[in-house]
């Protein structure tokens, strides 16, 4: 029989990630059984502390020590909280009792931004990884050489699973199931449990809030004015000029600070302006591709899909129902 051992840091923890993930697992076991298989996993809390409070200390989590554990096929890290660089100050013995564990053979899951803890063993470095795409600014400073994939909501690489965050762990949980039991079973948990299978994204529900965690002031001089202006005709060339910049070095300076070129800034800022509108107003996708710089009914929605997974009519039919009567 596999063991899988759910982690339990130092530290404030989520703990619907901690029983979401036993629960889903023990019931995947009762499932698979019940098709008449033998038991597939034997599923276990395990840590260094001897206890954690969860929750603001509403819950309390006794884990079992995880000298006694041995060797581990699959470990599931928890979502930490929100002091990223304290939580893994605290947790230096579990990050190194997990890396030894990888390297020992067993494989490494995520969920949301436990990601934390496993980019900090340095087993996804140079690897895809996910986490919420709130955290992503802090994760990039956090770890350069992880390659972070914050549009996707599950990575699958080299035995290391990452997801999005938040309640798209569930995903995570369908995901490994099919993959440690098989289709059926993860099909009927995702009955069980209520949630779709095969979501693979986290775009639809990305808010671009712009990446201002630097401090290269000329760069935050152009955000600001992209900002303000994104739904005016706008060069690149006139913008670097206007800051007294060449366009070559003005480029370079805008991806080290933001990760984004100039112009895919731009792109997100105005599809960002769509969002919303899309979600509030009642005006049509055309109305609203003009008022925030688009004037090419195929661009606009073409760089839509590509930042958030949805085209504008599939945006507005999940987030705005009531606007329906008017669409292009």
Not at 68 to 83: C, H, N, V, Y
Not at 134 to 146: C, W, Y
Not at 260 to 276: C, D, F, G, S, V
């Amino acid at each position: 029989m596999k063991k899988l051992i759910i982690v339990i840091p130092e530290g404030p923890l989520n703990l619907i990630s901690v029983t979401g993930a036993y629960k889903s697992f023990v019931r995947a076991d009762e499932l698979w059984q019940g098709f008449g298989n033998q038991p597939r996993f034997q599923v276990q809390v395990a840590g260094f502390p001897k206890e954690v409070k969860i929750d603001h200390g509403l819950f309390v989590v006794k884990p079992l020590p995880l000298s006694k554990i041995g060797k581990a096929d699959l470990i599931i890290i928890p979502a930490i909280g929100s002091d990223y660089a304290g939580s893994v100050k605290k947790n230096q013995k579990l990050i190194a009792w997990i890396s030894e564990q990888y390297v020992q053979g067993a494989e490494i899951a995520s969920i949301c931004v436990g990601a934390f803890l496993l980019a900090a063993t340095g087993i996804v470095d140079g690897r895809q990884c996910s986490t919420h795409w709130m955290a992503r600014d802090t994760f990039r400073a956090m770890f350069p050489k992880v390659d972070l994939k914050t549009d996707k909501l599950i990575t699958d690489e080299c035995g290391i699973y990452t997801n999005g965050g938040a309640m798209s762990f569930m995903n995570l949980m369908l995901y490994l199931i099919e993959k440690y039991y098989d289709r059926k079973t993860a099909i009927l948990c995702s009955k069980v449990f209520q949630v779709d299978i095969d979501r693979n994204s986290q775009s639809p529900y990305t808010i671009f809030s712009g990446q201002k965690n630097h401090d290269d002031e000329l760069v935050k001089e152009a955000q600001l004015y992209m900002e303000k202006h994104f739904d005016e005709k706008m060069s690149m060339d006139e913008l670097a000029s206007n800051l007294a910049a060449g366009r070559r070095n003005f480029d370079r300076r805008f991806i080290k600070a933001t990760g984004n070129t100039p112009m895919e800034y731009l792109q997100r800022t105005r599809i960002e302006a769509a969002k919303k509108n899309l979600e509030i107003s009642h005006k049509t996708i055309s109305e609203i591709m003009y008022e925030v710089g688009y004037s090419d009914t195929k661009a606009f929605r073409e760089t839509f899909k590509k930042i958030t997974g949805l085209t504008p009519l599939e945006y507005k039919q999940k987030y705005n129902k009531e606007a329906m009567t008017a669409v292009w």
